[in-house]
């Protein structure tokens, strides 16, 4: 069986679960519409599926992936900005109650990052240059208080800190920061380790990551 037939495989099993033995639920959903009261923000990256390690079921999240799981920040301008439509059609559209940044170690987005010289890549112009300078500042702040750590652990450091930044992103939003203060949207970093399969959460007060146990 190849890649792809494979995934046509998973589609037979998905229909057969969802609808022919659960017909009801898509069904409801078809005519409803949706109503999640959570959004993530997650990473590209095929190792982590937002849906697989929350055991999601359709409907329940609103999600948005890119690379490095990056806010940017509030630009009210005429360019294009996939990762805030979609930010406002979660908050102001659906009304989600909860917003979710989702990390993860191993972070392709961010060893980039962490690898490249400066803050230009090395002058060489590319999508993914020019979106990992939303958290130049948090590579700027590691390499300067803990350049003894190697590029490795800079970059675990990095992937954490990003989350922190972008939860500060977030915040630049009037929207959202109208609808936190008001208590009506609650803002949470997670990050998952990949190799020990742990999930951290961020405490806003204490400024210091968990573990879920």
Known sequence: MTKLEKLVAGYKDFHQKYFVEDHELY???ARGGQSPSIAMVACSDSRVDPSIITNAQPGE???VRNVANLIPPYQPDSAYHG???ALEFAVQGLGVEHIIVCGHRHCAG???????PDKHGNGEQSFVNSWMRIVDDVKDEVCSHHSHLDAGEQAHLCERKAIEHSLRNLRSF???RDRVNAGKLALHGWYLDIEEGMLYTFDHSAGTWEAIR
């Open 27 to 29: 069904a409801r959903l």
């Open 61 to 63: 999240l609103f999600v």
């Open 83 to 85: 990762t805030s439509a």
């Open 110 to 116: 961010i060893r980039h990052l962490v690898a490249q």
């Open 174 to 176: 009037p929207w959202i």
